[in-house]
């Protein structure tokens, strides 16, 4: 079954570093774009980060922009979020997703990990 598992949150302090990881199996991972969103409790979901099949080029929301870095290794079936310079507005459960279009088929298939908790307090 397609399973998309997030770890490595948790409570840092401003300024601090977290490094998230988003393990995928049970679908070919190299077929997919990869993303992490971010949600606050009344808020609704927000795009941080998203890299293209290969790796070649990825897009970052403003606030994170020069703090944020995502990578993926298809060898590992992985995903990355390296988070620099943690700021209180930061904190919320973080999500992993996959997704991919079947033109053939004109068919979109979106997956999402369970998220993981990442908050940012002295």
């Known amino acids: 079954q397609v399973q998309l598992v997030e770890s490595g949150g948790g409570l840092v302090q401003p300024g601090g570093s977290l490094r998230l990881s988003c393990a995928a199996s049970g679908f070919t991972f190299s077929w997919y774009a990869m993303s992490w969103y971010r949600q606050v409790p009344g808020k609704e979901r927000e795009l941080v980060a998203a890299?293209?099949?290969?790796?070649?080029?990825?897009n970052y929301a403003d606030s994170v922009k020069g703090r944020f870095t995502i990578s993926r290794d298809n060898a590992k079936n992985t995903v990355y979020l390296q988070m620099n310079s943690l700021k209180p507005d930061d904190t919320a459960v973080y999500y992993c997703?996959?997704?991919?279009?079947?033109?053939?088929?004109?068919?979109?298939?979106?997956?999402w990990g369970q998220g993981t908790q990442v908050t940012v307090s002295s």
């Open positions: 890299i293209t099949r290969t790796g070649g080029s990825t």
């Open positions: 997703n996959a997704k991919r279009r079947d033109p053939v088929i004109d068919r979109e298939y979106d997956y």
